[in-house]
């Protein structure tokens, strides 16, 4: 699975940002598909999935200011951001996680930066 993402930028606290990714290759095999980062000497976290079911998981940093989705047909997952935070600066990951090896692959990473 090849994962290509898209979006990031650097904007004021307060405003709002989009990150997309679009999975290629061995889609059928997906199950979970979500957005990772990595924030400046940290480690890397979850931000918010989505499961096959289609249910949603956010991390609580992420609850009510992020919207995540996922188009089955297109294999894509958007994120939406609002409201963002100088702490919500990271290098954005898109995730993919595969079934049934269990193997996690990951897209090339874009830097979203909050300025106060």
């Known amino acids: 699975v090849q994962l290509q993402a898209s979006g990031g930028g650097s904007v004021q606290a307060g405003e709002s940002l989009r990150l997309s990714c679009v999975a290629s290759?061995?889609?059928?095999?997906?199950?979970?598909m979500g957005w990772y980062r990595q924030p400046p000497g940290k480690q890397r976290e979850l931000v918010a999935e989505?499961?096959?079911?289609?249910?949603?998981n956010y991390a609580n940093s992420a609850k009510g200011r992020f919207t995540i989705s996922r188009d089955g047909v297109e294999n894509s997952i958007d994120l939406r951001m609002y409201s963002l935070k100088p702490e919500d600066t990271a290098v954005y990951y898109c995730?993919?996680?595969?079934?049934?090896?269990?193997?996690?692959?990951w897209g090339q990473g874009t830097q979203v930066t909050v300025s106060s």
């Open positions: 995730n993919a996680y595969l079934n049934p090896t269990r193997r996690n692959y």
């Open positions: 989505v499961p096959h079911d289609g249910t949603t």
């Open positions: 290759g061995s889609t059928s095999a997906i199950l979970t």
